[in-house]
């Protein structure tokens, strides 16, 4: 089993930044990418970046060269820093971990983030 718990989502201003954290606990050996989707109202949950055990990273389009997924693994923490926010990054931002061999999916309860002046 994975726990997963995200934090730093709040209310901030077109073009400013936050950063999302997500941490993991239980069995953390198992997980092979984390994932941050998210979720606007009335809209389907659509994937914004992604790393692997390995390190690897993966963006959706909208947000490159706005968005960096990063990890701390003495803290068992994936980080999401968002830049040059825009309104439509509106939404309840999950995490994801994909683990073992199926890729079972465990999920966090979400933190919300608006974009709104």
């Known amino acids: 089993q994975v726990v997963l718990v995200e934090s730093g989502g709040g209310l901030v201003p077109p073009g400013g930044s936050l950063r999302l954290s997500c941490v993991a606990s239980g069995a953390i050996l198992g997980i092979n990418v984390i994932n941050w989707y998210r979720q606007a109202p009335g809209k389907q949950r659509d994937l914004v970046a992604a790393?692997?055990?390995?390190?690897?990273?993966h963006y959706a389009d909208d947000v490159k060269d706005r968005f960096t997924i990063s990890r701390d693994s003495a803290k068992n923490t994936v980080y999401l820093q968002m830049n040059r926010l825009k309104p439509e990054d509106t939404a309840v931002y999950y995490c994801n971990a994909e683990y073992g061999i199926s890729n079972y999916d465990y999920w966090g309860q979400g933190t919300q983030v608006t974009v709104s002046s």
């Open positions: 790393i692997t055990s390995g390190g690897s990273t």
